[in-house]
DNA sequence: TCCTAGCCTTTACC
DNA sequence: AGGTAAAGGCTAG
């Protein structure tokens, strides 16, 4: 596929956003839902196997308009150098399944760690698929995961988060939850009805709504963000606030909205975008 | 209504 | 080797 608009493979799928894709040699393998491909980049081509056109477009968000997003959320030096080092990177449009399981495990956990739960999840409780002689393994289904008995999932190193693992699934199949159905609704909604899920607080939401329902304009705060915040924002908060927020380091749920509000005052409808540069700009700044 | 403290497991990295 | 940080959430008070 010849790209017309800017894309950068490597930077989209090392972000931190997706935890399941590997790469070999120069291709990156990947499952998404029932199929399992490899893709590539050269410049403006991008390549593909066992996958089609259209499912590539919207899995990568080749749709959105990344020079109208970039315009909109350049508002200061600090992002701009984000968006430099970074340019091309896009947010992907998960599975809301699998984003869900995904986040709710990814609590206190590292990236590295988070790599490691999922595929044990899905080695243990997936479908296997063969491609090009290599062994994958499909997520596992809301049924399956709901089925798995408390060790299975500890097993897989999910210690503390099986139970919100197991409790979800449940609710999701006994309840008959269509998640993909939360794209309908705007953004305060859609992460209403996510807050019902045990093991989703306030970040958890907002990283399956930006990730996978297609609200970009969800900020997740997590630790690095928080970070970013006081290191490069705290000019745009009371000092009341910014010394409330060096002191300890969870954020309440207060300090959580605030800092929400400001992003999308600040930076406007895709300060998800924003955060997804900002948040893996601070991380490789080591 | 909002905030706080204590607790929840495991992994990776130093 | 031991300590700490890691894309946090739940509950009681």
């Not at 403006?44 to 196997?49: A, I, K, R, T, V």
Request: aromatic share 14%.
């Amino acid at each position: 596929m010849r790209l017309g608009v800017e894309f950068d493979l490597d930077s989209s799928l090392c972000c931190g956003q997706v935890f399941r894709w590997k790469k070999i040699g120069d291709w990156w393998y990947g499952v998404v839902g029932e199929r399992v491909f490899k893709v590539r980049q050269k410049d403006l081509e991008l390549e593909f196997m066992n996958v089609e056109d259209d499912f590539v477009w919207h899995y990568f968000g080749l749709g959105d308009d990344l020079n109208k997003i970039t315009q909109c959320i350049a508002k200061d030096d600090y992002a701009k150098l984000a968006l430099r080092r970074f340019s091309g990177l896009r947010i992907v449009r998960q599975v809301p399944w699998e984003c869900l399981i995904s986040f709710i495990c990814a609590t206190n956990k590292s990236i590295a760690a988070i790599e490691q739960m999922l595929q044990r999840l899905s080695m243990k409780y997936g479908e296997k698929r063969t491609f090009e002689g290599m062994d994958f393994y499909l997520f596992p289904s809301a049924e399956k995961l709901a089925l798995a008995s408390m060790n299975g999932l500890r097993d897989c190193g999910l210690g503390y988060r099986a139970k919100f693992v197991q409790a979800t699934a449940k609710k999701i199949c006994d309840e008959g939850i269509d998640l993909e159905g939360l794209r309908n609704l705007p953004y305060v909604e859609a992460r209403k009805k996510l807050l019902e899920f045990s093991g989703v607080g306030l970040k958890v939401a907002d990283c399956v709504l930006l990730f996978s329902l297609e609200k970009l304009e969800a900020f997740p705060v997590d630790v690095w963000v928080k970070r970013v915040i006081l290191n490069h924002y705290s000019k745009h908060f009371p000092v009341a606030v910014v010394k409330k927020m060096q002191s300890h380091e969870s954020l309440t749920c207060g300090e959580y909205e605030k800092i929400g509000a400001f992003a999308r005052t600040y930076f406007g409808k895709y300060a998800g975008y924003a955060q997804e540069y900002l948040y893996h700009f601070e991380r490789t700044q080591q």
